[in-house]
């Protein structure tokens, strides 16, 4: 029993930490711009199969340049990789906001349609690029340690602390940056904001941009602590977490994703160790419609008594 | 007994509060106004009252029944009707569709008179403001002023007994203002029973239909009595100017 | 004597159908898919085509049934697929385990696809927007999960249930025969679908519907009890979903667990994108042409077009074509937001206006006279 909790305790943190960076870009543009990106998970998945790619790419560059004896190759080339993979997604996201959400922004369900579209291309021309086979994809970092008992890899104590200071640093952006806090005004009142000359077609592109990039931040710290492989179809279930998650915690609240992300990451812990894999997925989600049911604007929504 | 008794409304958002502690009653076939600088929390009242917000303290009396916890569209079944500061008029339904939403209300359905058909009935609503030539425009092509013409037919479609309007005048040119006035008068004398609470800032306007004036400056009640009383009231006119007369 | 009253009731008919151009256009549509298994001999008349339009039959109706709530009510649901799944589900469970007649399964598994409607209702009603897109999305989720890996013996797990030749509606035809009576079927529900759930559109209590839509606040300031409509609302839109289901279980006889995945559910959707939000027949359009794209441009056009170009990786052509369905979903989103079927109606009514104008334009230029002064 102590065991099982424990156990709970070390993953269902480690991919707290993780998912809280996927719930925060989610967040970050429905917050900013109103759109449901359904398209978040996919941005993930590129994060993840591009770190496999910048890894081939660059490590052979480094071997030529700095010899095969330097110390932990693998590992700089791998880093220099992630970040390569995260500037990337960055530009996709932005490329998908002008191309797909940005001529039919106001219409919500045209975006989503839109979002969910471009998700289905995405996938396709995954499957096409690398087919429907596993690519390993990870950060190699090694060692373990033992964490109340538990033999923990440290690439994942790596991953959770990386996630967690990234997460704070763009929190902290967006509270104290002068960005940040046109975006903020951006999600309290559009109209307000634009009056005070706020050019919120620029201010869209870079949230979308930094949420695509913590989107691929999530998906490669995912692939390095917990996983190891990329797969075509990983973007669903991704997706789904994001939508509970933020939900749960409410729309364009940035703590709500943070406490969100590790509800719903100890509940499908402790029900993928105590029960088994089959029902796992089914958890976010009825832990979300519960929340629902108290609070219909999640835990930290913005609650307005008269609706606009 | 009054028809509508607010007893010690309170309401706070945050740090703020926008309604504190008001009272005031309204008898049949009594007209008031309210009136006071913006921000005086002139809506946030009308929204308690209509059961649009909830108050933190008070009640809300209709006819000697606590309405305070009552659901808007039960308030409105019950008798109280109200249009909004900013119009909200139904943007894909032509106009007469806008006014036959509110006679699908149950209230609505029990006041068409026998072998009217509900066509009829938002017909005549729209003829008594003057919009029948735009009955079957879409209402998103039709301009302000009609707009608030339309909202007022709207409230008028459930026959209440007391009727809010917020800010009626407001953006009317003064054609359109003198109509209205006009409507307004001669409705008092088809309904006498009929109460009518009206919030407005063009005071000429207002002046002139009105019985009494409450006065309510930052969620307070600060002066109440007829309207000559009121526009030499010290205080008031104090309000108003910020102190400098 | 009866001659007259049969003439009467034609030429009133022919004056009906004449008097919109609209009404025209959709009557010459219902003459098509009623003619067409005979009028292309060896190419519709393929039992495997027929099939093919009897899918897009049923879709059709699942289609307008999600317009329903979603394009009139403005209630987004994400979730439509339950209802398919539920109908599939029930009315094949029934058939297969409890042996019971096709007039007894339907209507029961229509009854639990209303009941369902409203117990999704009571959470769904007090949520807007986003919120209630998500929540939608989960309770089909959840039944997936549950038909796939739980009471085997009841769901029979991935495999799903399938209907035995013998219990089918059309059981001892020649499959020629078989699928065209499947198809005229499906056509004739489709049709009774469409009529209805337009007539409730375009009724007083589809007036209260699109009060909803625009300005919930503003439509509970006009007395409606808007949790009431939108359970209503919920109710006919899961009812003919359910019976798209049911549809799907007798006609095309399998009810599998991807009955209840978001691929289904956003089979509206797109199909409603293409044809128009809100108007009903819309989505039946689209429909038709997502089936046309989908089945006869992909399966017979596209793989022919790529030969061409000497193509022929036949898994690479299988990533592409769903690729290309997108694509070309996606650019139909963007450009046209309001749906194709809206470009044919947008002009049908301009050209109704037009007619109209020569009485109409004196009657604004007085209106905006006496605006002037």
Redesign the interface.
């Known amino acids: 029993m102590l065991r099982e909790l424990t156990l709970i305790l070390v993953f269902g943190t480690i991919s707290g930490g993780i998912l809280s960076l996927l719930a925060l870009g989610f967040t970050l543009i429905y917050g900013v711009s109103r759109i449901l990106n359904l398209a978040h998970g996919s941005l993930y998945m590129i994060g993840a199969y591009m770190l496999y790619v910048f890894t081939s790419i660059f490590v052979p560059i480094f071997t030529s340049f700095l010899g095969s004896s330097f110390p932990n190759l693998d590992l700089v080339a791998a880093i220099f990789a992630a970040l390569a993979a995260i500037g990337f997604t960055g530009g996709v996201g932005a490329i998908l906001y002008i191309a797909t959400i940005h001529p039919i922004i106001g219409d919500e369900i045209a975006t989503m349609v839109s979002t969910v579209t471009s998700a289905l291309i995405i996938q396709q021309i995954i499957l096409i690029i690398f087919g429907s086979t596993f690519y390993p994809a990870s950060i190699p970092i090694q060692g373990s340690s033992l964490i109340l008992g538990v033999t923990v890899g440290n690439k994942a104590l790596v991953a959770l602390s990386a996630s967690l200071i990234l997460f704070g640093f763009v929190a902290l952006f967006v509270n104290k940056s002068k960005i940040g806090k046109a975006m903020k005004a951006l999600s309290q009142d559009r109209e307000a904001a634009m009056l005070m000359g706020v050019n919120t077609t620029k201010l869209f592109l870079l949230a979308m941009a930094i949420s695509a990039m913590l989107a691929a931040t999530a998906g490669i710290l995912e692939v390095t602590a917990l996983t190891g492989t990329a797969a075509a179809w990983m973007w669903l279930h991704p997706l789904a977490s994001s939508f509970a998650i933020v939900i749960l915690g409410g729309l364009g609240s940035i703590k709500g994703s943070l406490i969100g992300s590790f509800i719903i990451a100890y509940s499908e812990t402790v029900v993928k160790i105590l029960v088994g894999g089959a029902i796992t997925p089914v958890v976010p989600l009825v832990v979300m419609m519960v929340i629902l049911l108290i609070r219909s604007k999640g835990l930290f929504g913005k609650r307005v008594e008269m609706e606009d | 007994m009054h028809v509508l008794e607010v007893e010690n409304l309170t309401k706070r958002f945050g740090g703020l509060t926008a309604v504190n502690n008001v009272s005031f009653f309204v008898d049949e076939g009594e007209r008031v106004g309210i009136i006071g600088p913006n921000g005086a929390g002139k809506t946030t009242l009308f929204n308690m009252i209509s059961g649009f917000i909830k108050p933190d303290s008070g009640k809300v009396i209709f006819r000697g029944e606590d309405i305070t916890k009552l659901p808007p569209y039960e308030i409105v079944n019950k008798g109280i009707a109200r249009t909004f500061q900013v119009v909200r008029p139904f943007r894909h339904l032509p106009v007469i569709a806008n006014v036959m939403v509110a006679l699908k209300s149950p209230r609505g359905c029990r006041k068409i008179e026998w072998l009217k058909t509900m066509e009829r009935k938002a017909a005549d609503l729209l003829e008594d403001v003057g919009l029948s030539e735009l009955m079957l425009e879409p209402a998103e092509n039709v301009g302000h002023g009609d707009l608030k013409r339309l909202e007022v037919a709207r409230a008028l479609a459930t026959e209440p007994d007391l009727l809010m309007l917020d800010e009626p005048f407001g953006g009317l040119n003064p054609i359109e203002t003198e109509f209205l006035t006009k409507s307004l008068l001669r409705m008092h004398l088809d309904e006498p029973t009929r109460s009518i609470i009206i919030v407005e800032h063009k005071l000429y306007a207002l002046m002139k239909i009105v019985d009494r004036v409450i006065v309510l400056h930052q969620g307070e009640k600060i002066a109440e009595g007829k309207p000559e009383e009121i526009v030499k009231n010290k205080k008031v006119i104090e309000v108003y100017t910020g102190g400098v007369i | 004597m009866i001659k007259s009253y049969i003439t009467r009731g034609f030429s009133s008919f022919v004056a009906y159908v004449f008097d919109v151009p609209s009404r025209l256009l959709a009557f010459l549509c219902l003459l098509l898919l009623l003619l067409l298994p005979l009028v292309i001999k060896g190419y519709t008349a393929h039992p495997y085509y027929l099939r093919i339009l009897t899918g897009a039959n049923i879709l059709a109706i699942f289609a307008a049934s999600w317009d329903l709530l979603?394009g009139r009510t403005g209630q987004?649901s994400?979730g439509h697929a339950l209802f398919y799944g539920v109908g599939a589900y029930t009315s094949l469970i029934l058939a297969t385990r409890y042996n019971l007649p096709p007039w007894v399964t339907i209507p029961f598994a229509l009854l639990l696809g209303v009941l369902v409607a409203l117990l999704i209702g009571l959470?769904c009603t007090?949520?807007?927007?986003?919120?209630l897109?998500?929540?939608t999305?989960?309770f089909p989720?959840?039944m997936y999960?549950i038909v796939?890996?739980s009471l085997p013996k009841i769901f029979h797990g991935e495999l799903g249930i399938r209907l035995p030749f013998k219990k089918a509606l059309f059981p001892f035809l020649h499959i020629i025969q078989q699928r065209t009576a499947e198809y005229y079927l499906s056509l004739a529900i489709l049709f009774i679908s469409a009529v209805i759930l337009y007539k409730v559109a375009s009724s007083?209590?589809g007036?209260?519907f699109?009060?909803i839509?625009?300005?919930?606040?503003?439509?509970?300031?006009?007395?409606?009890?808007?949790t009431k409509y939108k359970l209503l609302s919920f109710a006919i839109s899961g009812l003919f979903g359910t019976l798209a289901g049911c549809l799907q279980g007798y006609l095309i006889r399998i009810a599998s667990p991807p009955m209840f995945l978001l691929t289904v559910s956003?089979i509206p959707?797109?199909v409603t994108?293409f044809g128009g939000?809100g108007t009903i027949y819309g989505p039946i359009v689209g429909t038709y042409v997502y089936a046309m794209l989908d089945n006869f441009f992909f399966d017979v056009y596209f793989p022919q077009l790529l030969k061409w170009g000497g193509i022929e990786a036949s898994?690479?052509l299988g990533?592409?074509e769903?690729?290309v369905f997108?694509?070309i979903?996606?650019i139909i989103?963007?450009k046209w937001?309001r749906g194709i079927a809206r470009l044919v109606t947008d002009k049908l009514e301009d050209l109704a206006e037009a007619r109209d104008l020569d009485e109409r334009g004196p009657?604004i230029w007085?209106?905006y006279k006496t605006k002037g002064?």
Request: hydrophobic share 50%; with cysteine.
């Open positions: 979603v987004i994400l959470p007090r949520v807007k927007g986003p919120y897109a998500l929540v999305m989960t989720l959840i999960t796939r890996s007083k209590t007036i209260v699109i009060s839509l625009d300005d919930e606040v503003s439509s509970k300031a006009c007395g409606i009890n808007v956003f959707i797109v994108y939000m898994t690479v990533y592409l769903l690729l997108s694509l979903v996606l989103v963007l937001p009657r007085k209106r002064q």
